[in-house]
Every structure is written in C-alpha cells, then in structure tokens.
C-alpha cells in the first residue's frame, strides 16, 4: 500500500501512468465490462442477510455500488437480475489450485515436494498454471480468488503461498508469497523426526535463524527485486534474489530457508500454522510469547471450539474445514460440525477452507458446506450460523484473512469486479452460477467437463464415432 | 417376541437356500466335503418399537412415488401400510410430520468403515489384504471394528440404516462384502444384515496394476490385470471340491449366482471389457463401482442390467477419474440405466441425500429433470436391489422392514436434516433427545463425548 502511494505521488500529474498502476493494483483488464444487475436477490458477503430487489453496478472492473435503490448510471449494460441471486466471488482459502492437474497423476502434481531440500523457501508463485481444469472447475462453481499453497512434505514447512484469482488469463498470481505454512501437528512431528517436541525444536530454531539471520546477515548489492505487481508485494529479501551472506556455522537451514523466514519473524508474512487439537491451539498461541511480531492464523482447528476463548482473545483467525465430526486421527476426538459455529460465537474470526481436493473436499463444495452450517441451526443442540454468516465464511472472512479485506469477497464500492450471477440460493445444491465476472471480466464456461457433458449428450454413432462431436 | 421368531425364521430359511445349492455341480464319485456357508452368522434381532404413525409428511417411498400429506404406519418392525389422510391410525403412536418428509432408510453400497475405521492409524488399516493380487478367500467382515464411530455419523447426519462395506481395491479379486444394518452392536454379527447376500469385491484399472507393479509382480499392466483375472476364474472352474479352498469357494459362489460381483471400475471402455469377462466365465456383474465413466456407455449398461454406484461430482484425482463429470447420473438416467450414489468415504455417507442432490441438479440444468421422488431412489431402492435386499428393505412398502427418516425438511435441501430414524420399527436416533445419540466405546470419556457431532 505504502509503496503504491508513493509510486501514485511521483506520477502525480501522469494521468495515463496513475491509471496503469490503478489497474495493476486492482487487476482491472481491458476488456473489463461496466455492468449493472438489476432487481436480483443480493448477497453483499459482509455477513448481512441477503437483500431482494437489489442492484449492483461494476464499472472499470471494480464494485460501484450495491444495494436497493442503486442508480444505474448512463452508459452501462444492464442485466435483469429477477429471479436470480447475485453475489460476490467466492474465495477459497487455502487450496492446490493451480498446482495440479489430477491429484493422483504424480508426474503433474506440484501440490508437495517430499524430496526437495528446501522448505519455507518453496514459493508456489512460478509452478501456476491458470488452465489447470481444476482451477476452470472452481471458477465455473463461483470462485474467483483463492489463496494457494504446497502441503509440508520434505519440511513442516509448506512453504510460501499466493492469493490468486481465477481468471481465464495468464496472469494468476494477486499476491506472492501472501503467507508461510507450517505444520504443528501430527503431520508436522513425524516430519520433524516423530514428535510435536521435534516440530516446535524445528520451528523455533527455524524462527531463531530467520530473525538472527535478518539482523546479521550481510546484505549486498547485486540482489534485485522484481517489478512491483501488486502495489503491496512483500518485498522479496535480497538474499533470496542472489548473494550469499554471512553466516555462523551452528546452523540448521540452508540460507535460502532462512532468508525467506524473516518476513515471518519480523510479522509482515502471516505464519498460517495447521493444527486440530486444543492442545496444540494453546501451544501455538503461546508462540507470541517469544516471538511478538508473528501474525499467526490457525488452520483445521478442528478442536478450536473448545480452545475457542483463548483463540477470540488472543485475536488469531482461523481457517477451518467446517465439516470435521469424526475423531479422524487423535488430535480430532473432539471434532464435531458445530465448530464453527461455536468459535464464531466466542468471536473468532473464521472461515470455511482447506478445500484442496478433487473429491468431496473440492473447492466447488465451499458452497455446500457453508449451507450446512445453515442447516444444523435447525438441530437441537448444534451450533450453526446465520445464512449471512455462513456466506461471508467463503467470501469476505477468507479474503480478509488472506490481506485482501474490502478489495476481495465483498460487494462494496471499490472492491475487485468480482461477480457471481447464480439461478438460485448459493448455499443451495440445486444451486449454481449461470454468469462469474472477475475484475469486471465475463469468464468462459467453457472446461474439459463441459466439452464431454456436450458430446456424450447421446450416443448416437449413426454417422461417425463421437470423436467428431464436439 | 413376534418380530424375533421372523427373523430367526428367515435366517433358516436363507441358510436352507444355501445348502441346496453346496457343490451340486461337482461330478467327481468322491462326494465333495460339506460346507456351512453362514458360519458367523447374523446375531441381530430388532430393537423393540411402538406402534407409529408419521402423519402430514411429503413421502418419497422410494420407488419413484411422491405422497403429499402422507400417513406412514410402523407395526411390529415392518412398514404395516403407507397411504393418505385417510389411513385410519387407531392404535398407534401419532408424529405429526406435518411439512417434514419421510423416506426410506438411506443405504450406502459402498462404505469401508469399520475396516479403515477412525482414528485412520496404521493399527486400523484393515481393508486390503495388498499381499497378493487375488484374495477372493478374505471376508470384509473379519475386519470390521463395530466400534468405528464412522456407523453413528451415517446413522445421525445421513439416515443410513443399511450399508454394504467392501474390501479396498488394491486387489483385482479383493475378497466378500458385507451387508450391515447400521445398528451398535458388540459384535459384527450383532450388525449383519439377516438374509442379505454376500458381495466380492473386484477392481479394475490402476490400483492393482499399480500395487502388484510396484512389488515387482503380476499384474503390472491392464492386460496383465485381466490375465491374472481370467486363470483365477479358470481355476476355481478347474477345483473338484474335494478339499476346501475358501478362494475357491466365494469364486464358486459368485459362478452359482449365490455371490454378487460389486466391481471397481472407473473406465468405460475397461468396463466392456469386464462385461464380455464375465460371459466368457459365466458371471454377472452387479454393480460397477466409482462408474466415473459410466455416462459414455450407458445404452450398454442397460442392456447388461447392471447398475453404476457413483459419487456426485468427484473427478479428477487419478487419470481413470479424469473423465468425471457432475451429469453422469443425469445421463445414465436417461438412457434407463440404474444409477446409485455410493460415498466410499466416511464423510460423504453423512450426506448422500446431499449428493444425490447435486447430481440431479447438474441434469437439470442441460435439460434432463429427474423427479425428486425418483432421486431419492438413487440411495434406497436401487442400491437395496444392487445388493440383493430389495425384498427385504429400500422402499416404503407394507411387510418390509420398517427402515425410515424423518427429516426436517426436503431432504435434497442442504438445510435439512433427520430428525428420527427408524431401524426395523425401533427409533434409534431422534435428534430432539440426546439419549438417543449412540456413541461408541472408543469415544466415551473422551473430549466432547456425547456431542452432537
């Protein structure tokens, strides 16, 4: 932010040069749309109720206004929205869009890197791949941004992740390495070497190295940072970019490692940390305690509800898969789909993630698990949310906890153009996006599995083999 | 008292039906040895219910028939008559269902708990015998822990009262299934379904080529998968019976019609090829399963009579699950071929009423509408008949077992959800009263033990 208004300042009196730098911060695109959706069912994702007979006006590819009584101002196209539900993107948090293109398939699976040598850092920024069918999948189901990140395989850490957009573009990338991911659980001990007692030695020698490193360690001055893409890019730390720099010789990371873990340490990269039992919750709240700056966000948490005061007070967000009941593995005993629920009452701050399959965890399903945190309101007993609640959980809350508050999962004046045009209730099953904008962008919805549902509409072979339907 | 002697008679009955056909084909002058087919058998008997009547629902009986402000009467553990407003109901118990709806008892034909149950540790990894590429000798239910909390989450979210749990696939013959009531038992027997046939597990494609492979033996190819299938069908054709062999048994079983094939098969074009195997051995093929592809080859499905068990919208998580596509029920519907929704996951049983949902929804939108009271058929009638229990369960007709939901509202609404369920007459989860919330051995005195979940 402070870098674009710096930029902004110098190029005061460039009009054509401020317009360029506006439209690298908000994504907006040439062929960016003014539209405006009248008279819908409206959904603003800020957690309010959705709002009948609303109107919503994307100019330059950013939000204008929504709500009742909006003006359409002269010279947009407008959309008769009656019957129809309109919404901001969704944004799924933490998934492998991008980074794959079958799970299963290893040659093509860039998701986790068992045998590299590095750790944290891994930057998936350079491995994505805006066709990926998963990523048209995600968009055709109404998701337009999403945060990505490698799973901690060779390292508990994951390594650094990016907010992307889905766009049918080439440029995918909003925000490089947006966040840190490390693994504090069971997953985390048995790559430490078998314990959680590992895990936190690893991690806090880690975090020792990195803030010893980013004090002491030489700078010089043939590293250089790439283009600003953004306006708010962490700056990438010249270390990283060449050079070596001095070091001790008691050290356990390579200096690549080290050097991507300062922004962690010194709290401009969030440290999203995955772990499920409350246990583990409270050890890694009490990270704060030596390390301050650290700007921690929980991911899974599936016992979060019962450690849910200590995570409200401690003001740490959370990412959570929403649908965990079942005591899966021995830090989720306490696992039950009233989670959310009961953590968003204590006043966390969470939402709906870590889809990052192509099974019942797709992203495509954020949807119906947010429907079914409406649904156990109705079950005695269970915690559920609003249906205001459940939808800001895969829109604005995710955006905010990814950095990109009010810009993304939001329809408010001068957010991203990011718009869903859906034939019913979003939260709904037999609901589904008819039209997805992104940055003012009408998106495709054209994929790999549209071409077979065409193509095997019948089987009829009369005339030529079905290769030559399509 | 009544219920008790029904059941017991008809488990004899089933084990009659058995013996008649032990080895009668063996034409060797030495008379083959005698073999108990049920030797661990079902313990179940039903738990004591009251007379019901659930009165004002919208039924969906499972069939394909939708009844608006239905009366729905459960007597003695059977379905004792489903009709309108003007069923009398003297003599029983009144729920007002009034804006609620009614359904059969949710079946998954699909289901590996209990043999990998939760916790999901190496300790409780129990469902592929992966140490030789043909186990038709293993049965699931020698693996199955009734003390997998997975059974009371299918019962409380998803209204299941009846599932089929297999082995995994990473064998091309992975050994019999078994068919569940989903009711806490000590024992697996206490949970078997009284009647229901058994199942083997078959899988195409790339896990066994891929695990066999992997140790440097057959199969390590798809041509090397059916070669292996083929010598083992000829084989057990081959064995005089004179010694008992368990592989050969369930292998002889599947070729008297006595045992159902449940295949995993993702492919279409490997499904062929599975269909014409089977006429070259003389078997049938019940069900494939994980059909991902099954859409390109429904006409040929139809005609062979077997069903497709399919998930809603996976894909893409292997090459032979590329091809997935969200309108495969829809279509295979269309072409008049069965179609189930199986879950294959300890999460999706939870809410196959969900998924059945969206996979007729992907129809609707390119044109294809299926009647909801048809949909639910999906995950009751026709995996009952996939499985072999069609008589017995999966629909709401009077003289069958009373297994039924009540749910909150519309079932193919993602915001509903049971609130009683009904096995063989006797309320055995009601979301309004806690005490008829099972929770299992495993997770008593554990956190949050006795939650809703």
Redesign the interface.
């Known amino acids: 932010m402070s870098a674009l208004s710096r930029k902004r300042l110098s190029a005061l009196g460039a009009l054509g040069i401020a317009l360029g730098l506006a439209g690298a911060f908000t994504g907006y695109r040439a062929n960016a749309q003014d539209i405006a959706i009248t008279n819908a069912t409206v959904a603003t994702g800020d957690g309010s109720e959705p709002i009948q007979g609303a109107t919503v006006v994307v100019r330059g590819g950013r939000i204008i206004a929504a709500g009742p009584g909006v003006p359409v101002p002269a010279g947009v196209q407008v959309v008769d929205g009656t019957g129809k539900w309109v919404t901001p993107g969704l944004f799924a948090a933490l998934t492998g869009l991008g980074l794959s ?5 290893d040659e093509s699976d860039d998701q986790s890197a068992r045998g590299s040598p590095f750790g944290a850092a891994l930057d998936v920024s350079p491995a994505l791949n805006p066709l990926s ?2 990523v048209q ?1 995600a968009r055709g189901g109404g998701i337009t941004r999403a945060s990505v990140a490698t799973r901690p395989a060779g390292s508990i850490f994951g390594g650094q992740g990016a907010i992307v957009d889905l766009g049918a573009d080439p440029r995918m990338v909003v925000r490089p390495r947006a966040f840190q991911l490390v693994d504090l659980g069971e997953t985390g001990a048995r790559i430490a070497g078998g314990s959680r007692v590992a895990a936190h030695a690893l991690l806090r020698n880690a975090l020792r190295e990195a803030r010893q490193f980013g004090n002491e360690g030489r700078l010089t001055a043939r590293g250089r940072n790439g283009e600003m893409e953004t306006g708010d890019d962490i700056p990438v730390d010249l270390r990283l970019v060449d050079n070596p720099a001095e070091r001790g010789e008691d050290v356990l990371l390579t200096r690549f490692d080290a050097a991507a873990l300062v922004p962690v340490v010194n709290g401009t990269q969030a440290l999203y940390v995955a772990v499920e039992r ?1 246990a583990d919750i409270r050890a890694v709240l009490a990270l704060k305690n030596e390390f301050p700056r650290l700007r921690l966000v929980l991911v899974g948490a599936s ?1 979060g509800w ?1 450690a849910a005061r200590d995570i409200a007070a401690a003001g740490v967000p959370v990412i959570a898969q929403a ?1 965990n ?6 830090e ?7 989670n959310v629920g009961r953590m968003v009452r204590a006043g966390v701050k969470v939402a709906i993630g870590g889809l990052a ?4 965890d ?1 992203p ?2 954020l949807a ?1 698990f947010a ?2 945190m ?2 156990l309101t ?5 915690t559920g949310l609003s249906w205001g609640e459940a939808f800001a959980a895969i829109s604005s809350i995710p955006a905010e906890i990814s950095g990109q508050g009010g810009r993304a999962g939001v329809l408010k004046t001068g957010a991203a153009g990011d718009l869903v045009l859906w ?1 019913g209730d979003p ?6 996006p008819e039209r997805v904008f992104i940055d003012g962008v009408e998106q495709p919805r054209n994929d ?2 549209t071409g ?2 065409d193509r ?2 019948d ?1 009829d072979e009369r005339d030529l083999p ?1 290769a030559y339907d399509r | 008292m009544h219920q008790r002697f029904l059941i017991a008679g008809l488990g004899a009955l089933a084990l009659a039906a058995c013996a008649n056909t032990t080895n009668t084909k063996s034409a060797s002058s030495t008379p083959p040895v005698a073999i108990n087919k049920d030797p661990y058998p079902s313990t179940y008997r039903p738990y004591p219910g009251r007379p019901m009547a659930l009165v004002g629902a919208t039924v969906f009986d499972g069939t394909g028939k939708r009844i608006e402000n239905a009366t729905v009467l459960l007597r003695d553990g059977k379905i004792a008559g489903v009709g309108g407003a003007e069923l009398a109901t003297a003599g029983y118990d009144r729920v007002d269902a009034s804006g609620k709806f009614v359904t059969p008892g949710i079946i998954d034909i699909h289901s590996h708990l209990g043999v990998y149950p939760s916790p999901s540790i190496q300790a409780h990894s129990d469902g592929n015998e992966a140490t030789d590429p043909t186990t038709p000798e293993v049965w699931a239910e020698h693996s199955i822990w009734p003390q997998d909390p997975g059974f009371t989450r299918a019962l409380a979210n998803g209204g299941v009262t009846s599932l089929m749990i297999l082995p995994g696939s990473a064998n091309l013959m992975g050994g019999r299934t078994v068919t569940l009531k989903n009711v806490p038992a000590r024992t697996v027997q206490g949970m078997k379904f009284p009647g229901a046939p058994y199942g083997m597990k078959m899988a195409c494609g790339e896990n066994p080529k891929r695990v066999y492979g992997g140790k440097g033996r057959m199969p390590s190819t798809r041509m090397g998968n059916f070669a292996v299938n083929r010598q083992t069908w000829l084989d057990a054709k081959a064995d005089d019976g004179k010694k008992r062999n368990l592989a050969t048994e369930t292998l002889k079983g599947v070729l008297a019609g006595d045992i159902l094939v449940h295949n995993h098969c993702y492919r279409a074009d490997e499904m062929a090829l599975v269909i014409d195997m089977a006429k070259e051995m003389g078997y049938k093929v019940s069900t494939f399963h994980h059909a991902v592809e099954s859409y390109k080859i429904g006409d040929l499905l139809r005609e062979n009579g077997i069903c497709s068990a399919i998930w809603a919208d996976w894909y893409g998580f292997k090459m032979e699950s590329y091809d997935g596509i969200p309108e495969n029920a829809a279509l295979l519907s269309r072409e008049g071929a069965c179609v189930v929704i199986h879950s294959d996951d300890e999460n999706g049983i939870q809410r196959l009423n969900q998924e059945a949902s969206k996979a007729a929804a992907a129809g609707r939108r390119m044109g294809l509408t299926i009647p909801e009271e048809t949909v639910i058929s999906w995950i009751t009638l026709n995996p009952a008949k996939a499985m072999g229990i069609d008589k017995l369960t999966g629909s709401l007709e009077t003289g069958k077992m009373a297994d039924v939901v009540l749910w909150n509202g519309n079932p193919l609404s993602v915001y509903s959800r049971p609130e009683k369920v009904w096995i063989d007459g006797a309320l055995l989860f009601d979301s309004s009263n806690p005490r008829l919330r099972p929770v299992t051995d495993f997770e008593l005195g554990q956190p949050g033990v006795g939650d809703v979940k």
């Open positions: 293109d079958a799970d299963g398939i069918q998963h999948v409350a016992e019962s649908m009941d079942l005591p899966s593995s021995f989720q005993l306490a696992a039950t789909q009233s399959g192509t099974t019942g797709q495509k399903n119906q429907g079914n409406v649904a109705k079950v005695p007993g269970a034939d939260l709904e099953l037999t609901s589904a790999h599995q077979l549902r095997y509409r089987l079905k």
